[in-house]
């Protein structure tokens, strides 16, 4: 049975790997995941420099979801290099660095920063992030700004780039195909859905940060439908994220035109759920006769 | 972490202390306040649920008498702090009502001196049990170990703050993974925010920011 898939130049063992800012830089969840075992590591945001992140409280829980409102805190790209890239070295899987900025400049340094590290395999740019040369647009969910951005990352790297889509656009073909133009190797989506929740006893945001990110299975369907939007718009690989809680929704995002899959919020329910989700896949492909896991990519019959 | 049920509402696990130990068996106590722990309570014996643990850092071991200043299902925290240092503890323990002060009578065996307190006078003296703790720290310097809700801990925190007393709070928020990975659960401290599940949930009391 053939459960490889290839994103980019990178080569990855099984289509499951963990969504960036759910599985920290892999250490955390090295006491309950053979991280050996996993498609490809995906490690949190990075900045050029260290974000100290928002006030709490960060994150609720909203039924079958949560929002979180982190703020990207994260120690920066040089004492990831230092400090967090060493441990990750010592396994034999693909390692994805997510990283952002709040202008091109910042999104440029970081990625050349990563690039010339030795044991990062793969960029994927977060672009649901504000602007700061631009009024605070987000990056994302402005096709000449997506662009620009994503183009001008592309001529600093060399590394395969994976360019990761805000959901909060009217059009995701369209976001999904800029960033093919632009240069990407491949696009995963979706990022979470911008989101709000409300004390009503105290009239208060629930989050300090009054809006966040919502994720977990509530965006599922949105976000299969995003897949499947940007598969008939993009030749590139999609890898596909949204609520995937076990291998049937892994196998559905693939259908829909997933190469890949990300977990995230399912690490937090349960830490080991990466290896399920490979299990599953593999037991689903033995029941049905499919040979090779890429037979289910797009495989959608309408 | 415990896993409160197999459902997608309530969706993570949610973060308790262990009340106790022996052998094979872990305890924990916990009050209903939510529907995780309105569906953890439904749980009947055998079923099974999925565990994570044990996380974080713990009080550190008293070298002598100390203090222990618990906020309603805050003693669950403290309880293994008595168990083991059995008649050197006093203890401070409040809560809203009688009903809310759980275990009152074995906590009463293993401490040292009882104070109680509720906020309607129900059981004991009639007020906030950090009142009650101020009076008695006037002169003493003996470590403070406090586990309850924020307003307490702060209050706790102004209590000791420049007296030279040790004092560590037991801290709860809100998790999702409980490993340290999501950052979702941070406190703010004099040397910038700090995960609750991962370097705490104790922390020294004067490191927090409030």
């Known amino acids: 049975m053939e459960l490889t898939v290839n994103i980019g130049r990178l080569k990855l063992k099984n289509p499951v790997m963990t969504a960036s800012g759910t599985f920290g830089y892999g250490e955390e969840y090295s006491e309950f995941v053979d991280l050996n075992k996993l498609g490809a590591i995906v ?30 805190q994260n120690i920066g790209v040089k004492t990831f290099i230092k400090e967090k890239l060493p441990f990750l070295k010592k396994f034999k899987i693909p390692v994805i660095v997510n990283f952002f900025g709040d202008s091109i400049e910042e999104y440029v340094k970081a990625a050349e920063g990563l690039s010339k590290a030795d044991g ?18 987000v990056f994302g969910t402005d096709p000449k700004v997506a662009f620009e951005v994503v183009n001008a990352v592309r001529k600093a790297t060399d590394l395969t780039l994976i360019v990761k ?55 599922k369907p949105i976000a299969v439908r995003m897949v499947y939007e940007a ?72 | 972490m415990l896993q409160v049920g197999k459902t997608y509402d309530p969706l993570l696990k949610r973060p308790f202390c262990i009340f106790k130990r022996e052998g094979n068996v872990i305890q924990f106590v916990y009050r209903i306040r939510g529907k995780g722990t309105r569906l953890l309570s439904n749980c009947k014996k055998g079923d099974i649920i999925q565990a994570i643990g044990p996380l974080g850092n713990s009080y550190p071991a ?23 240092f059995k008649n050197k503890a006093f203890l401070f ?21 009882i104070f109680t307190t509720t906020d309607d006078g129900s059981i ?61 659960c941070v406190v703010k401290t004099v040397s910038g925010y700090k995960r609750v599940c991962k370097e705490g949930p104790v922390f020294p009391i004067e490191e927090i920011v409030w």
């Open chain 2, 62 to 84: 008293p070298k002598k008498d100390f203090i222990a200043v618990a906020g309603g299902i805050g003693i669950a925290s403290l309880f293994p702090l008595l168990e083991r």
């Open chain 1, 43 to 72: 490690v949190k945001g990075l900045s050029i420099t260290p974000r100290e992140g928002n006030p709490a409280p960060r994150i609720i829980e909203t039924p079958a979801g949560m929002l979180n409102a982190i703020g990207l």
């Open chain 1, 165 to 219: 889509l805000s959901p909060n656009v009217t059009d995701i073909a369209l976001m999904a195909k800029v960033a093919e133009d632009a240069g990407a190797d491949a696009v995963s989506l979706i990022n979470t859905i911008t989101g709000m929740a409300i004390d009503i006893r105290t009239r208060r945001p629930k989050l300090a940060n009054i809006t966040g990110g919502l994720s977990g299975p509530a965006i």
């Open chain 1, 120 to 137: 990062v395999d793969a960029l994927e740019m977060n672009i649901s992030c504000p602007n700061k040369q631009a009024g605070w647009i």
């Open chain 2, 124 to 184: 004991g003296q009639k007020g906030l049990i950090t009142d009650v703790l101020n009076d008695f720290l006037e002169n003493r310097t003996m470590p403070v170990y406090a586990g309850g809700p924020m307003p307490m801990l702060q209050k706790v925190s102004d209590i000791v703050a420049g007296r030279g007393i040790e004092c560590y709070a037991s801290l709860e928020e809100h998790m999702a993974c409980g490993v340290g990975a999501c950052l979702g």
């Open chain 2, 93 to 113: 323990y409040g809560a809203r009502t009688k009903n809310e002060l759980v275990m009152i009578n074995k906590a009463k065996s293993l401490a040292k001196k």
């Open chain 1, 231 to 302: 598969y008939r718009a993009v030749n590139i690989p999609i890898i596909g994220m949204g609520g995937i809680m076990n291998s049937e929704d892994a196998i559905e995002f693939m259908i829909a035109g997933a190469t890949a899959v990300a977990v995230g919020t399912a690490n937090f329910v349960n830490p080991s759920v990466t290896l399920d989700i490979i299990k599953g896949i593999e037991s689903f492909m033995g029941k049905g006769g499919i040979m090779d896991v890429k037979n289910l990519v797009g495989g959608l019959r309408c």
